[in-house]
């Protein structure tokens, strides 16, 4: 019973693509509105596109993909949540190196 446990706490995640970026939500800023430390540095104005408001329930501290908008670079939208097992996985691949991340 121990070995199914294991097999389903380990997911392979989503990984960025494009222009898309992963990021943590730093605080949220009312309305589908957020802001998001991105890991290339950048701390950007995200939101949630109206596609996925009632699909994404995020809080701070979520580790989430973005993509930044073409037109302004300091702005984007929030496309993906990672759960607890993909974070972990992330982790132990090296994608995700930060120690704010706890689960």
Do not use: H
């Not at 949630?48 to 701070?60: D, F, I």
């Not at 908008?69 to 939208?77: A, I, M, P, R, T």
């Not at 993906?80 to 097992?85: A, E, L, V």
């Amino acid at each position: 019973m121990e070995k199914n446990q294991e097999e389903q706490k380990i997911q392979r995640a989503k990984l960025p693509r494009g222009r898309e970026i992963m990021g943590i939500i730093e605080q949220r800023l009312g309305g589908n509105k957020m802001s998001v430390n991105c890991l290339d540095g950048k701390t950007r104005n995200c939101r949630v596109p109206g596609r996925l408001k009632r699909k994404l329930w995020l809080r701070p501290d979520d580790v989430v993909i973005i993509e930044p908008w073409e037109l302004d670079n300091n702005k984007g939208d929030v496309i993906f949540k990672y759960n607890k097992s993909q974070i972990a996985w992330l982790k132990k691949n090296n994608y995700l190196k930060t120690e704010k991340v706890e689960f």
